[in-house]
């Protein structure tokens, strides 16, 4: 699976995406026996960054960090699925890191950025 780089569209604000994992999905924190897929779309870097400006619920960092969700919530990765992929337009954009609760309204998923991973592992084009 290649990796998108920094300003591969894959990143653009409302580009369909879809996580990958065996994570939690009753809120129970039990796990999934099958791999699992949610459909989201690519957040903007202003949209998670006011979502998540610092603090008890965490801070979003741009260039190491991308957010995808749904805006009414629903979908999302949840405990268990970090780690994961964040697939768009057939490239790696992200892996699962961190979130408030899981497909909660106003709080996207919180992904380490498959592009800064990329460079800081020095994988080329």
């Not at 897929?37 to 957040?43: C, E, G, H, K, Q």
């Not at 780690?83 to 408030?100: I, N």
């Amino acid at each position: 699976l290649p990796v998108a780089r920094a300003g591969d569209p894959a990143y653009a604000a409302g580009t369909p995406a879809r996580v990958l994992g065996w994570g939690d999905t009753r809120g129970d924190g039990s796990h999934s026996p099958v791999l699992l897929a949610a459909d989201v779309r690519m957040i903007s870097d202003t949209e998670c960054a006011t979502a998540y400006p610092g603090g008890a619920e965490g801070r979003f960092v741009r260039g190491e960090m991308v957010c995808a969700g749904l805006p009414a919530g629903g979908a999302d990765a949840c405990q268990g699925d970090s780690g994961g992929p964040l697939v768009a337009e057939g490239r790696l954009v992200g892996l699962v890191s961190w979130g408030v609760g899981c497909g909660l309204p106003g709080k996207p998923g919180v992904y380490t950025s498959g592009a800064m991973v990329a460079q800081r592992i020095g994988l080329s084009g």
